[in-house]
Nanobody
Framework: QVQLVESGGGLVQPGGSLRLSCAASGSISRINTMGWYRQAPGKQRELVAGVSSGGISNYADSVMGRFTISRDNAKNAVYLQMNSLKIEDTAVYYC?????????????WGQGTQVTVSS
């Protein structure tokens, strides 16, 4: 069994910064793509940023230039540095990963961490 555990959410003022962390644990052979999604109230879950095992990243247009995704393959971890936060960044942020475990590739989600941007 594989688990993804996020941390780092919270309340921040507009223009502030937060850093989210996600660590994968369990019977892991290899992790392919890791990413961050978010879901605001009344909206669909959307991709925020993703990063391949080789370090190639992609971002939603709305966060380009403000957010940075990174990963530590040795720790099976992915991070999201969020700068210049806006009120519209308020959402539950979910970690996601494609994990090889027991010779099978499966997609996993974390439990989510709340990010609230408010003055």
């Amino acid at each position: 069994q594989v688990q993804l555990v996020e941390s780092g959410g919270g309340l921040v003022q507009p223009g502030g910064s937060l850093r989210l962390s996600c660590a994968a644990s369990g019977s892991i052979s290899r992790i392919n793509t890791m990413g961050w999604y978010r879901q605001a109230p009344g909206k669909q879950r959307e991709l925020v940023a993703g990063v391949s095992s080789g370090g190639i990243s992609n971002y939603a247009d709305s966060v380009m230039g403000r957010f940075t995704i990174s990963r530590d393959n040795a720790k099976n971890a992915v991070y999201l540095q969020m700068n210049s936060l806006k009120i519209e960044d308020t959402a539950v942020y979910y970690c996601n990963a494609d994990v090889w475990s027991s010779l099978r590739l499966r997609n996993y989600w974390g439990q989510g961490t709340q990010v609230t941007v408010s003055s």
